[in-house]
């Protein structure tokens, strides 16, 4: 099993002045660590429970950028884009950057977005759901293209692309990972199904089974092999080195590959090394 780190604050001791050393810090440490991703927020605002929406929250591929500059082997993603805080076409141009930028180490993680209170506060647009899954189904239709180096229009019910040029192309290939977060069983895993290179699904073991043997029957329905993609997943850690590694073993039996954990405890770099050295070699053969 691989496991990913996703940094879920800015809030330092410091003040802003201290973020990005911290950050620096933090990405250095987890690639030493043996961590196999590392993860920011799409958030503009800082999300509930985590804090007020007045904490510290950095723009996350202008963070990845500086994280890639300071790392050489971690993969880099937000976990996960809201579909429509950036224009499609220039997301897709972004993440083309960071891949580049980063040796081939970056992933498309998206998702049809749920923090209306900061899409508002930002001058965001933010249609209805149902709308919000429609985009998101296009720019996955429209990454595949763009990523194929296919220049031809692309043309939605939502977008409209009359040159999807994308030069460089990744370095990623044949194209970065696209991962679409999220659980839902009609419309999110079913794109999954049809469009993903990997999953992120939010829950305890328990709790994935049922939503995995859903991807499976997507997959099915869709002709598409169940093998090829891979199951990342967030959920609360237990207290204590053997409580997380029993956790792990539970995520590995199910069909997980790639946990993703995600805790402020891991402002303390110590900690992080600690994971690195009880955790992530213990879990590596599951």
């Known amino acids: 099993m691989k496991i990913g780190l996703q940094v879920p604050v800015f809030t330092f001791e410091g003040g802003p002045a201290a973020i990005a050393g911290t950050l620096e810090e933090t990405a250095r440490t987890a690639e030493q660590a043996g961590f196999h991703s590392l993860w920011l927020m799409d958030h503009y605002f800082q999300i509930p429970p985590l804090g007020p929406p007045e904490l510290d929250m950095l723009e996350a591929y202008t963070a990845l950028g500086f994280c890639a500059a300071v790392t050489s082997r971690i993969k880099l993603g937000t976990m996960a884009t809201g579909v429509v805080y950036r224009h499609p076409g220039i997301l897709l141009k972004t993440i083309t950057t960071l891949d580049v930028l980063s040796g081939g180490r ?130 609360p850690l237990p207290a204590g080195t053997e409580e997380i590694i029993a956790h792990c073993r539970a995520l590995a039996d199910v069909g997980v590959h790639h946990a993703i954990v995600s805790t402020p405890n891991f402002k303390d770099l110590q900690a992080l090394e600690a994971f690195g050295r009880d955790v992530i070699p213990a879990v590596a053969a599951f």
Not at 135 to 142: G, K, N, S
Not at 188 to 201: E, K
């Open 106 to 235: 970056a992933y498309l993680g998206i998702g049809a977005a749920w923090y209306e209170q900061e899409a508002k506060g930002l001058g965001v647009p933010f249609p209805p759901l149902a709308t919000r899954f429609e985009i998101l189904e296009e720019v996955l239709q429209a990454a595949t293209q763009m990523w194929s180096d296919d220049t031809k229009p692309y043309e939605g019910r939502h977008l409209h692309l009359a040159q999807p040029l994308c030069r460089p192309q990744p370095l990623s290939r044949p194209h970065p990972p696209i991962l679409v977060a999220g659980s839902g069983e009609k419309k999110t895993l079913r794109l999954v199904a049809q469009y993903g290179d990997a999953c992120n699904i939010y829950g305890d073991a328990e709790q994935m089974r049922p939503k995995l043997a859903i991807l499976k029957h997507h997959c099915a329905s869709v002709g598409r092999d169940y093998g090829e993609i891979e199951i990342t997943n967030m959920s």
